[in-house]
């Protein structure tokens, strides 16, 4: 037998199974009773874009020191699909572990002789103790979750208190599966011998008061806290969770207590096109309002969302990305929509990105871009992606102020109508910071009232194709932009444990790979600075960073280095001094990745040095 890898709360596990065969809750079950044992999980669904057939993977991260991006790797497989036996194989580590179904012998070189094989006859339990084949496929999941139990030192109670909460008085089903819980532990118990398998669960209390939620459902209620009255969708993957999320805590939180009325606006529309159109319509009324959506659909919506940016009307959009182009990979994630948002629509356009990098920051920038888009009149783009929006992540709990009011920007009330002596300008610049005063319609019988158009207007809405009434409207919509860099959520500094010459810029959900692979930097000596972008435009402090380094990694989820794009445009930087690290095969970014892409640009030079 080959060396077996050891580890006590830091280990990946990878699920390999066949999509529909009921094994999703059977690995979530897994993944849970491993966090309510004080150990945190990272876990992560890669599924396919068909309903049954095709492969599907569950993987989880199991950590102790709470890393929760992919590490990289896999150090126990748990193989249930025929179909992806060879490839599944190959990323077992040397030293790990392959479970798998014993029911059929197999020949020994269907296996590695560098990992130890833990074989479980499965299918003849399930059919020694099932005649329905439909009760035979689930309870084998189960089994196999009984088996791993006792292998790793997942303490079954916590398996039982799990079944217990998700079959309340259906006491049926609860039986049904901790008796299929126990074929599993059983088996094991008489026929192998657990100490076999060193990765171990030890009880702890890492966890602390986080929660564990998707990204979908997180933005979703920050727009019911947000204020958010209006969500016009479409279906799409992977965004449409968002917007049945929102429905259901409107449900819980958005009816009058006295009538039951509903005090909120859910349509789902015919296309993207169309619920982009109802949301910028709601928004010109003055009520605040969403729409939900992956890349395809930003391209339908293109031509309205330029209305909006145009005609100066708030809209917030939420982008849960996707694989692209076109249908590109439905399932699969990518931060690959940074160009396609930044400048969506014809002519000059520049809008407001959001980079929410776990569950928490999408319901706070859910929130915060209800009160930009207010506040600026402008659309604000949230920029999540499937690896936050689909998959359950560790974060800590949502905070919000009872005493917070609505940031609704500037609007003129009936009463300053009244009061104001010159004339209003719908699209006049007062105070130098780009942003006009507006009205709600009907605010006032005579006064306030102005023409809303895509076409070119002057200081008072007037129609106007004069060249300089043109320029001085494009030119106060810079100055807009340079406002939004101030008010828009500020990048994040990590420092350096030395000082350094050597700098990295991430966003989004590449944040907890990167937040490993700075670690496992500093541990071969490699200390860089690194920055957090949470929104676009790119303020003063992002200039600054790459004005302060000499090299600068810039690691993006896309082929194309979308952000570096828009660094070299907006910043003016050299070309060379931005260094891109491109990941875009569709899987979330591992450390792994992220550090050995640095140090294989690092260590030419280390060499050369030496």
């Known amino acids: 037998m080959p060396k077996a890898l050891e580890a006590v709360n830091d280990f990946v596990v990878k699920f390999a199974n066949v999509n529909g065969s009921g094994s999703a809750s059977a690995n979530e079950l897994f993944a849970r009773a491993i966090l309510r044992m004080g150990v945190p999980v990272s876990p992560r669904n890669i599924f396919p874009s068909n309903i049954q057939g095709l492969p599907t993977w569950y993987e989880v991260r199991v950590t102790e020191k709470g890393y929760l991006g992919r590490r990289g790797g896999v150090d126990l497989m748990v193989a249930m699909n025929p179909q992806t036996w060879a490839e599944d194989i190959k990323e077992i580590e040397p030293g790990g572990y392959l479970f798998y179904d014993a029911t059929k012998p197999m020949p020994p070189s269907m296996f590695r002789p560098d990992i ?9 339990i399930c059919n020694a103790t099932y005649t329905d084949a439909r009760q035979r496929q689930l309870f084998k999941n189960i089994i196999y979750v009984g088996a791993l139990s006792v292998l790793l030192d997942i303490d079954p109670k916590e398996i039982e208190r799990l079944f217990g909460e998700q079959y309340k008085g259906k006491e049926k089903l609860l039986d049904s599966n901790i008796k299929a819980l126990h074929l599993g532990r059983d088996w094991v118990a008489k026929n192998l011998d657990p100490s076999a398998v060193k990765l171990k669960v030890r009880r702890a209390d890492a966890v602390g008061n986080r929660i564990f939620v998707e990204g979908n459902n997180a933005a979703a209620l920050g727009c019911v806290y947000g204020g958010a009255t209006v969500c016009a969708w479409y279906p799409i993957t992977p965004s449409s ?96 929509d940074i160009l396609s948002c930044a400048l969506a629509s014809n002519g000059d356009t ?55 009011a ?31 005063f507006r009205t709600y319609p009907g605010t006032h019988p005579t006064k306030g009232s102005f023409f809303t158009r895509g076409t070119t207007k002057d200081r008072y809405a007037k129609y106007s194709e004069e060249g300089p009434v043109y320029v001085d409207n494009m030119e106060r919509l810079v100055r807009k932009l340079e406002t939004a860099k101030a008010i828009a959520p500020q990048p994040v500094l990590r420092p350096a444990k030395s000082a350094t010459r ?54 993006e989820q896309n082929r194309d280095g979308q952000l570096r794009m828009l660094m070299l445009s907006d910043l003016g930087a050299d070309p060379g001094k931005i260094v891109p690290i491109l990941h875009y095969d569709g899987t979330p970014i591992t450390a792994r990745f992220i550090t050995d892409a640095i140090m294989s640009h690092i260590a030419p030079k280390r060499l050369a040095a030496e």
């Open 116 to 124: 130890n094989i833990v074989g479980v006859p499965l299918t003849a």
């Open 241 to 336: 969770s968002l917007a049945e999320a929102f429905q259901a805590h409107c449900r819980r939180h958005r009816h009058d207590k006295e009538t039951g009325k509903a005090k909120y606006a859910i349509v789902q529309a015919e296309d993207e096109l169309a619920s982009i159109g109802m949301v910028i319509g709601a928004g010109w009324n003055g009520a605040r309002a969403f729409t939900s959506t992956s890349g395809p659909g930003i391209s339908l919506m293109t031509e309205f969302i330029g209305l909006a940016y145009f005609a100066e009307i708030p809209a917030v959009i939420i982008n849960v990305q996707r694989g692209g182009p076109s249908t590109g990979m439905p399932t699969r994630t990518q931060q690959a």
């Open 350 to 404: 520049r809008h407001v990105l959001l980079f929410p990098e776990d569950p928490k920051e999408c319901f706070d920038l859910a929130a915060t871009a209800l009160d930009l888009a207010d506040r600026l009149q402008t659309p604000v783009f949230v920029m999540t992606d499937l690896d936050i929006g689909m998959n359950q992540r560790l974060c800590a709990p949502f905070e919000w102020d009872d005493a917070r």
């Open 406 to 436: 609505y940031d609704r920007g500037k609007v003129m009330t009936a009463e300053d109508l009244q009061a104001a002596t010159a004339k209003f300008g719908r699209y006049l610049d007062v105070d130098g910071d780009g942003i006009p």
């Open 502 to 555: 050597t700098g990295v810029i991430y966003f989004g959900s590449t944040s907890p790979a990167m937040t490993e692979a700075l670690d496992r930097l500093d541990e071969q000596g490699v200390h860089m600075d690194a920055l957090r972008l949470r929104a676009y435009p790119l303020s003063q402090a992002v200039t600054d960073f790459v004005a302060g380094h000499d090299t600068v990694f810039l690691v």
